[in-house]
C-alpha cells in the first residue's frame, strides 16, 4: 500500500513572512491527517522560516531545485548539502519549467537525483509531455525517455525513495487537468517503466499527478489505482485550498 504525498509547489511566491503566515493558517487544517504525506516546497528564501514554523508537525520540507555538485565556483545555485542542514526531506527535480525556461535535460535532471539521495533527501521527478507531443501521439516515448535519463543514476535500493511527478505540461497552470482517466493511463505506463528499471520496487515508488490540481478534481484524480498523490502549483497557495487537497477523499 503506497502512503499518499500531497505537495505544495510555491514557485515564485511567498516570502519568508507570507510562508510562514500561511503555515499558521493550514497546520491546524490538516493536524489530524495522518495518513498522508504532506510536503511544502517555497522559495529557498523562505525555507528556514518554513523550517521553524513546521517544526513538531508532520509537515515535510521541499526545495524546488538543488545543484548536483556539493560545493564550488556556481554562483546563485544551491547544493545538496545545505537544503539537508535546513531539514529538507524532499526536492523537487526536471519541473517543466526549468526544463523548458533554463534548458535543463534528462542527465541534469539525473545527476541532481542522485545527488540528492547522498544527502538522504527525496527527489521528485517530474515528467511529461507538451500539447505539441500528445497531439503527435509522442506522450508515451517522451515520458519512457524522460524516465530513462532522469533515473539513470538511481540504483535499484534506492528507488522506494524516489518520487515521480507526472505533469503534462499543458495542464500546468492552465486550468486544464487531465481527466482522471488519462492521468491513469500515464501513470500506469509510468508504473511498467519502472518495473522495467527496478524490478518490484516500483511497486512502491509513488507517481503524483500534477496540473491544475484544485479541490474540487482532486478527489476523483486520488480514486485512481495509480495516482499516488499530487503535485500541486497554484492552488497550494491558499492554505483552505491546498488543505482540502491534502485531505482528499474517495469512495
Ligand atoms: C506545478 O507547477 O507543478 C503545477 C502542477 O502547477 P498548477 O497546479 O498551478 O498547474
Not at 542522485?114 to 527525496?122: G, P
Request: net charge negative; glycine share 8%; hydrophobic share 45%.
Amino acid at each position: 500500500m503506497r502512503r499518499p504525498i500531497l505537495a505544495a509547489n510555491w514557485k515564485m511566491h511567498k516570502t519568508a513572512e507570507e510562508a510562514r503566515a500561511f503555515a499558521d493558517a493550514f497546520l491546524p487544517r490538516v493536524a489530524d491527517a495522518d495518513d498522508v504525506d504532506i510536503v511544502i516546497a517555497p522559495p529557498f528564501t523562505a525555507l528556514e522560516s518554513l523550517a521553524w514554523t513546521l517544526r513538531g508537525s508532520s509537515v515535510a520540507l521541499a526545495a524546488q531545485n538543488v545543484h548536483p555538485e556539493e560545493k564550488g565556483a556556481f554562483t546563485g545555485e544551491i547544493a545538496p548539502g545545505m537544503l539537508q542542514a535546513l531539514g529538507c526531506r524532499y526536492t523537487i527535480v526536471g519541473h517543466s519549467e526549468r526544463r523548458a525556461l533554463f534548458g535543463e535535460d534528462d542527465a541534469f535532471v539525473a545527476r541532481k537525483a542522485a545527488a540528492l539521495l547522498a544527502r538522504d533527501i527525496r527527489p521528485i521527478v517530474c515528467v511529461g509531455e507538451t500539447l505539441e507531443q500528445r497531439e503527435a501521439d509522442r506522450t508515451f516515448d517522451v515520458v519512457r525517455g524522460q524516465l530513462e535519463g532522469s533515473l539513470a543514476s538511481v540504483p535499484k535500493a534506492r528507488a522506494e525513495q524516489v518520487v515521480v511527478a507526472y505533469e503534462p505540461v499543458w495542464a500546468i497552470g492552465t486550468g486544464r487537468t487531465a481527466t482522471p482517466e488519462t492521468a491513469q493511463e500515464v501513470h500506469a505506463f509510468i508504473r511498467e517503466t519502472l518495473v522495467r528499471l527496478f524490478g518490484e520496487a516500483a511497486d512502491s515508488v509513488r507517481i503524483q499527478y500534477g496540473g491544475s490540481v484544485k479541490p474540487d478534481n482532486v478527489d476523483a484524480l486520488m480514486a485512481q489505482a495509480d495516482i499516488d498523490g499530487a503535485l500541486v502549483g497554484g492552488a497550494s497557495l491558499d492554505p483552505e485550498a491546498f488543505a482540502r487537497i491534502a485531505r482528499f477523499e474517495t469512495p
